[in-house]
């Protein structure tokens, strides 16, 4: 069963976001502060995919995301921004990080359910999804 990392710091948000996640057949864990998803990334059981907001209580998601995506045992992971920020300025500046999707909040269950097929696509052409 894929694993999917939630980063969100409300605990309400996360615990919705983990609920439509679940949906697709995806275990959750949650973190609620930059250095905690770093650490869960980092960790012996890293995520499937990573469901990361921009605003949290220590760093911002831009600089969770360009640590996760510099480090070689982590780049691969499919990082989706999610943000009630502005969405254009902020959809540019997530790619930049490296970002492999940004859904603006408020976001449709459709969106997240999108969110995952991407990422087993991206994990799938990796080799790292069995076929």
């Known amino acids: 069963m894929p694993t999917a990392l939630i980063v969100e710091d409300e605990p ?3 615990r919705l976001l983990s609920m439509l996640i679940q949906l697709r057949g995806y275990s959750t864990r949650s973190a609620f502060t930059g250095q905690e998803a770093i650490a869960v990334v980092e960790g012996l059981d890293p995520p499937d995919v990573v469901f990361l907001d921009l605003m949290l209580p220590d760093t911002n998601g831009f600089e ?3 640590q ?3 480090r070689p045992q982590s780049c691969a992971i499919p990082v ?3 943000t009630a920020r502005l969405v254009e300025e902020n959809r540019a500046r997530s790619a930049q990080v490296g970002a492999d999707g ?10 997240i359910f999108d969110a995952l097929a991407s990422a ?3 994990r799938r052409s990796q080799g790292e999804l069995a076929e």
Do not use: G, H, L, W
């Not at 940004?102 to 269950?109: E, G, L």
């Open 120 to 122: 087993d696509a991206i």
């Open 12 to 14: 309400e948000a996360n």
């Open 102 to 111: 940004f859904i603006p909040k408020p976001y449709t269950p459709n969106q």
């Open 68 to 70: 996760i995506k510099s």
């Open 80 to 82: 989706v921004m999610v």
């Open 64 to 66: 969770v995301c360009r």
